[in-house]
């Protein structure tokens, strides 16, 4: 219309427009929280209800990682038996026990010559006086491998064994794979287990703040009609319902890290205790700094989802009335 | 300013509320719309608002055809347009202020500039004073004058009013609708919903008198009688 200018002022630039947007998203943004302050109960039950739900996924996180880092532990004690064929000489073995010294995956590799098996085996075994009965040494040579703390996975180990008995001096590789292969199953399962949950977690907090933005605005009818007739746009409704939903996302991150953290502590001691019974100086992991901030990052993420989702369906279908 | 070709409004539930309306307001007028309850009076205002759409015909509104009006632009069209209702529909939890804020903090007006101009409203319908105020506060006709600094604040060409006196003594109503008079002498154009038949002929402005979602008279400006403004 002639008479009335564009409201915004035709005089203000375009850093000017820029700054106003952002101003009005930080007073939104305040605003929200403050909203938010005034009714403490309420809000504290959203949060704790998110926290909660975040808090179980990032624990569960926690304990794969703490799996791992303790079959870690065990891996590095685990060696290979590489039993050599009967006739590869002792050299053989040497240069073979040095390239093998260099493969990823493998920490370390020593050789058992077959003399020095058959004097093992005199001291141990008590067989002794038969064993002067042999004219010759039965046994192999033998290289004993120490795979790499590293490779932790069932499928990394298993293909390591395949590859050393492919080698063609190679005559059996004995390895008690089978409790390794069962606990890292075991470990890929939960591991799994964890994703999955996650995720159907995640939906719930959608769906939480997604109710909790939609009993919000039906409570603000009435304000959203009367915003409506005087011609506020979707967009600018929708807003202070995206900022709350943010915070409780945000305020529930904050609440499943403070949580996770709080259960680590707790157990703290008395996991260390029982390392410390099995001769171990396993410490339990916490979150670190990126993990806790991927966390918060979720929570603000589905926060905002959630109530845009909410937000959208709701005020579309309320229109004003007189 | 306000132009009906032919505009028919049928509910779903198939009662017809409009048929066949010809109407045309010019610029600068101030035209009361009378009738029954039932006449058709709300759903022409809400034609106008855009808070229905015609089943046919066109509805112009300051040379803007409203059919090609989307829903997306329909918040933009409505900031041009004041609009002032029986119940005055102001937020209870706020101030007198930031009532007559509302439509230009929602148009993202500077703080200053809004301040400046929420004032000259308020001052124009005489509530300065009590700008700070919670309109529970206020008295009915308070809330009223809130409700119509509202609809001006934002400086519309056009403001529409539904009975802004329907729930006010004769002597409150009065004052309003001297307050609407001044608007228009200032050049708004205005259309204004009501049943009170004697206040309208004191006024002498036009009068136009639906029956039955139909045009059953449409009589000229007269002046104004002894009293009025």
Same mark, same amino acid.
């Given at each position: 219309?002639?008479?009335?200018?564009?409201?915004?002022?035709?005089?203000? !630039?375009?850093?000017?427009?820029?700054?106003? %947007?952002?101003?009005?998203? =930080?007073?939104?943004?305040?605003?929200?929280?403050? &909203?938010?302050?005034?009714?403490?109960?309420?809000?504290?039950?959203?949060?704790?209800?998110?926290?909660?739900?975040?808090?179980?996924?990032?624990?569960?996180?926690?304990?794969?990682?703490?799996? +791992?880092?303790? #079959? !870690?532990?065990?891996?590095?004690?685990?060696?290979?038996?590489? /039993?050599?064929?009967?006739?590869?000489?002792?050299?053989?073995?040497?240069?073979?026990?040095?390239?093998?010294? !260099?493969?990823?995956?493998?920490?370390?590799?020593?050789?058992?010559?077959?003399?020095?098996?058959?004097?093992?085996?005199?001291? &141990?075994?008590?067989?002794?006086?038969?064993?002067?009965?042999?004219?010759?040494?039965?046994?192999?040579?033998?290289?004993?491998?120490?795979? #790499?703390?590293? #490779?932790?996975?069932?499928?990394?180990?298993?293909?390591?064994?395949?590859?050393?008995?492919?080698?063609?001096?190679?005559?059996?590789?004995?390895?008690?794979?089978?409790?390794?292969?069962?606990?890292?199953?075991?470990?890929?399962?939960?591991?799994?287990?964890?994703?999955?949950?996650?995720?159907?977690?995640?939906?719930?907090?959608?769906?939480?703040?997604?109710?909790?933005?939609?009993?919000?605005?039906?409570?603000?009818?009435?304000?959203?009609?009367?915003?409506?007739?005087?011609?506020?746009?979707? =967009?600018?409704?929708?807003?202070?319902?995206? /900022?709350?939903?943010?915070? /409780?996302?945000?305020?529930?991150?904050?609440? =499943?890290?403070?949580?996770?953290?709080?259960?680590?502590?707790?157990?703290?001691?008395?996991?260390?205790?029982?390392?410390?019974? /099995? &001769?171990?100086? %396993?410490?339990?992991?916490?979150?670190?700094?990126?993990?806790?901030?991927?966390?918060?990052? =979720?929570?603000?993420?589905?926060?905002?989802? !959630?109530?845009?989702?909410?937000?959208? +369906?709701?005020?579309?279908?309320?229109?004003?009335?007189? | 300013?306000?132009?009906? *070709?032919?505009?028919?409004?049928?509910?779903?539930?198939?009662?017809?509320?409009?048929?066949?309306?010809?109407?045309?307001?010019?610029?600068? *007028?101030?035209?009361?719309?009378?009738?029954?309850?039932?006449?058709?009076?709300?759903?022409?205002?809400?034609?106008?608002?855009?808070?229905?759409?015609? $089943?046919?015909?066109?509805?112009?509104?300051?040379?803007?055809?409203?059919?090609?009006?989307?829903?997306?632009?329909?918040?933009?069209?409505?900031?041009?347009?004041?609009?002032?209702?029986?119940?005055?529909?102001?937020?209870?939890?706020?101030?007198?202020?930031?009532?007559?804020?509302?439509?230009?903090?929602?148009?993202?007006?500077?703080?200053?500039?809004?301040?400046?101009?929420?004032?000259?409203?308020?001052?124009?319908?005489?509530?300065?004073?009590?700008?700070?105020?919670?309109?529970?506060?206020?008295?009915?006709?308070?809330?009223?004058?809130?409700?119509?600094?509202?609809?001006?604040?934002?400086?519309?060409?056009?403001?529409?009013?539904?009975?802004? $006196?329907?729930?006010?003594?004769? *002597?409150?109503?009065?004052?309003?609708?001297?307050?609407?008079?001044?608007?228009?002498?200032?050049?708004? $154009?205005?259309?204004?919903?009501?049943?009170?038949?004697?206040?309208?002929?004191?006024?002498?402005?036009?009068?136009?008198?639906?029956?039955?979602?139909?045009?059953?008279?449409?009589? *000229?400006? $007269?002046?104004?009688?002894?009293?009025?403004?």
């Amino acid at each position: 219309m002639a008479r009335s200018r564009s409201p915004r002022g035709g005089k203000i !630039g375009i850093p000017g427009r820029v700054l106003g %947007y952002l101003l009005r998203h =930080a007073q939104n943004l305040l605003g929200a929280l403050g &909203g938010l302050c005034r009714q403490p109960l309420a809000s504290l039950m959203t949060v704790s209800v998110i926290g909660i739900a975040l808090s179980m996924p990032a624990g569960l996180h926690l304990m794969v990682e703490n799996g +791992r880092a303790l #079959s !870690g532990g065990w891996e590095s004690t685990l060696e290979w038996s590489v /039993y050599l064929k009967p006739g590869v000489s002792e050299r053989r073995a040497q240069t073979l026990a040095n390239e093998l010294q !260099g493969r990823p995956g493998i920490e370390k590799v020593t050789v058992i010559t077959a003399d020095q098996a058959l004097e093992e085996f005199r001291i &141990g075994s008590g067989f002794g006086e038969a064993l002067e009965l042999l004219t010759d040494n039965p046994l192999p040579h033998v290289l004993v491998v120490q795979p #790499s703390a590293d #490779s932790e996975s069932a499928g990394q180990t298993t293909q390591l064994a395949d590859e050393l008995k492919q080698l063609g001096d190679v005559d059996l590789v004995q390895l008690d794979t089978a409790w390794v292969h069962r606990f890292h199953a075991i470990l890929d399962t939960v591991r799994r287990a964890v994703t999955l949950a996650s995720a159907v977690l995640a939906l719930g907090v959608l769906l939480i703040v997604g109710n909790t933005i939609r009993l919000d605005i039906l409570n603000r009818r009435q304000e959203i009609e009367v915003a409506k007739l005087v011609g506020a746009s979707d =967009a600018f409704i929708r807003r202070p319902f995206l /900022y709350n939903g943010l915070w /409780y996302g945000i305020g529930g991150g904050i609440l =499943a890290v403070a949580v996770v953290q709080m259960v680590g502590f707790l157990l703290k001691e008395p996991v260390s205790r029982v390392a410390g019974l /099995y &001769g171990s100086d %396993y410490r339990l992991l916490s979150l670190a700094a990126d993990e806790a901030g991927l966390l918060l990052l =979720a929570g603000a993420v589905l926060g905002w989802l !959630g109530s845009w989702i909410a937000a959208s +369906r709701h005020l579309r279908d309320m229109d004003p009335e007189f | 300013m306000i132009r009906l *070709e032919r505009v028919s409004k049928r509910y779903p539930g198939g009662s017809e509320a409009l048929s066949e309306l010809n109407l045309t307001i010019e610029k600068g *007028e101030m035209v009361f719309l009378t009738g029954h309850s039932g006449a058709g009076k709300s759903t022409l205002l809400k034609l106008l608002a855009l808070i229905e759409r015609p $089943t046919r015909g066109q509805v112009i509104v300051n040379g803007q055809n409203t059919a090609k009006v989307s829903r997306r632009r329909i918040p933009a069209y409505r900031r041009k347009i004041g609009m002032a209702f029986q119940d005055h529909k102001l937020l209870l939890d706020r101030t007198v202020f930031d009532n007559v804020a509302l439509p230009l903090v929602i148009a993202g007006m500077g703080r200053r500039e809004t301040a400046r101009r929420v004032r000259a409203a308020i001052d124009q319908v005489g509530l300065l004073s009590k700008e700070k105020l919670l309109p529970m506060a206020l008295s009915t006709g308070e809330q009223q004058r809130v409700g119509i600094a509202r609809a001006v604040v934002s400086k519309p060409d056009l403001l529409i009013a539904d009975e802004p $006196t329907g729930n006010l003594d004769p *002597e409150l109503s009065l004052e309003i609708m001297n307050l609407f008079a001044r608007f228009n002498e200032v050049g708004v $154009t205005l259309l204004i919903a009501s049943h009170n038949i004697e206040l309208i002929q004191r006024m002498g402005k036009r009068q136009i008198v639906l029956h039955e979602g139909r045009l059953q008279d449409d009589s *000229e400006a $007269t002046g104004p009688l002894h009293g009025a403004v």
